[in-house]
T-cell receptor, first 115, second 112 residues
Framework: GAGVSQSPSNKVTEKGKDVELRCDPI?????LYWYRQSLGQGLEFLIYFQGNSAPDKSGLPSDRFSAERTGGSVSTLTIQRTQQEDSAVYLC?????????????FGPGTRLTVT | KQEVTQIPAALSVPEGENLVLNCSFT??????LQWFRQDPGKGLTSLLLIQSSQREQTSGRLNASLDKSSGRSTLYIAASQPGDSATYLC???????????FGGGTRLMVKP
């Protein structure tokens, strides 16, 4: 079946602009995660959605970052007033989280470059 | 706070060698541990998932072990091939949360 998809695959934006990154999880997966991979920082957790529960936003680096998940499926990560340090690969993952099975499946990522 | 470390950071071996990649974590209260492969410019591919109650998992030429009490996992790759060249990442899910905490990865090069 189809895996996790993300769009766009690459995004170049000017400092100060807002960007939106999209994630389509695997159908039927109730959990959705956003991570960021940057040079020198490795892979960092950003935010986690599980069903209709309030999201875990503990990994968001600043209030310029926000995310939403509509209808328990597609998610959008928004970065406002982008800064050069926001340049990174943003990865989305989903998980079935059924019967304690927590394996996460990752999308190909969106490479964000802030100039 | 959970910390995950991978040693070595980079490894170069000739084709055909068996090799071991190491992963250690500071808090043994984990739910599971996952090994991933990442090719340059690509996302992460899940290789093996070990639940905290398990000691090892095998898939083809890959075998991952978990010693939860000592905070260690190893990924054994048998008869390495040039196509195995990639970065290998281990990550844990703590009992307290649902996000993965990643190690820094081991960059593997298998030379023909």
């Amino acid at each position: 079946g189809a895996g996790v998809s993300q769009s766009p695959s690459n995004k170049v934006t000017e400092k100060g602009k807002d960007v939106e990154l999209r994630c389509d999880p695997i159908s039927g997966h109730t959990a959705l995660y956003w991570y960021r991979q940057s040079l020198g920082q490795g892979l960092e957790f950003l935010i986690y959605f599980q069903g209709n529960s309030a999201p875990d936003k503990s990994g968001l680096p600043s209030d310029r970052f926000s995310a939403e998940r509509t209808g328990g499926s597609v998610s959008t990560l928004t970065i406002q007033r982008t800064q050069q340090e926001d340049s990174a690969v943003y990865l989305c993952a989903s998980s079935p989280q059924s019967q304690g099975f927590y394996e996460q499946y990752f999308g190909p990522g969106t490479r964000l470059t802030v100039t | 706070k959970q910390e995950v470390t991978q040693i070595p950071a980079a490894l170069s071996v000739p084709e055909g060698e068996n090799l071991v990649l190491n992963c250690s974590f500071t808090d043994s209260a984990i739910y599971n541990l996952q090994w991933f492969r990442q090719d340059p410019g690509k996302g992460l591919t899940s290789l093996l998932l070990i639940q905290s109650s398990q000691r090892e998992q095998t898939s083809g030429r890959l075998n991952a072990s978990l010693d939860k009490s000592s905070g260690r996992s190893t990924l054994y790759i048998a008869a390495s091939q040039p196509g195995d060249s990639a970065t290998y990442l281990c990550a844990v899910i703590d009992n307290a949360g649902n996000m993965l905490t990643f190690g820094g990865g081991t960059r593997l090069m298998v030379k023909p």
